[in-house]
């Protein structure tokens, strides 16, 4: 059975850095194919994709946020690491973490298979 | 405003059929069979529906079906039931620059 679980703050005032943690079961990260990543959905609004960490610890990030995001994983914990720096209220979403099914070559993921349950992080001061 | 782009909304009846189209560019939906739809409730967090276009995950119902035209997806629900009242989102690959780009969602009222 696969399952992911984020954890971080809930509340994160302007300026600071948000750091995330995704902890998963089920499948492991040095598995040849196997990504995880980050998908964060502002309240209301429609669903945008961060970032993902492939099991040979290459790394992928959104053009317009790559500058404030670091990705990383630790594969004896079984967990993936977000880290975003300078938050902004309009950052303010539900941080989901992700397994990237359906590896098909190069840097491409199929589809997003095992969801977290997502966290609600409030960017306030 | 999201890179692809979905109705608001859509509403039917029970038993009825849906159709909830997607529409990109060159560069993600018309250049890859790489579309996925997703089922969101309030709430909760997405659950995949559709992949690759067409492909359903074990476990899904096979009243959900997907298609592609050129730059545009589509989602279509058939037998419409009260469960399937959520929001549902596309994504689509988009390559090495840009990665994964999703719809701003659809809400689907069934009456």
């Known amino acids: 059975q696969i399952t992911l679980k984020e954890s971080g703050p809930t509340l994160v005032k302007p300026t600071q850095t948000l750091t995330l943690t995704c902890t998963f079961s089920g499948f492991s990260l040095s598995t040849s194919g196997v990504g995880v990543g980050w998908i964060r959905q502002p309240p209301g609004k429609a669903l945008e994709w961060l970032a993902l960490i492939y099991w040979d610890d290459d790394k992928r990030y959104s053009p317009s946020l790559k500058s404030r995001l670091t990705i990383t994983k630790d594969t004896s914990k079984n967990q993936v690491v977000l880290t975003m720096t300078n938050m902004d209220p309009v950052d303010t979403a539900t941080y989901y973490c992700?397994?990237?099914?359906?590896?098909?070559?190069?840097?491409?993921?199929?589809?997003?298979?095992?969801w977290g349950q997502g966290t609600l992080v409030t960017v306030s001061s | 405003q999201s890179a692809l782009t979905q109705p608001a909304s859509v509403s039917g009846s029970p038993g009825q059929s849906i159709t909830i189209s997607c529409t990109g560019t060159s560069s993600d939906v018309g250049s890859y069979n790489l579309v996925s739809w997703y089922q969101q409730h309030p709430g909760k967090a997405p659950k995949l529906m559709i992949y690759?276009?067409?492909k359903r995950p074990s476990g899904v119902s096979n009243r959900f079906s997907g298609s592609k035209s050129g730059n545009t997806a589509s989602l279509t629900i058939s037998g419409l039931q009260a469960e399937d009242e959520a929001d549902y989102y596309c994504?689509?690959?988009?390559?090495?620059?840009?990665?994964?780009?999703f719809g701003g969602g659809t809400k689907l009222t069934v009456l």
């Open positions: 994504c689509s690959y988009a390559g090495s620059s840009t990665f994964w780009v």
């Open positions: 690759e276009v067409s």
């Open positions: 992700a397994s990237h099914g359906g590896y098909c070559g190069g840097d491409c993921y199929s589809f997003f298979d095992y």
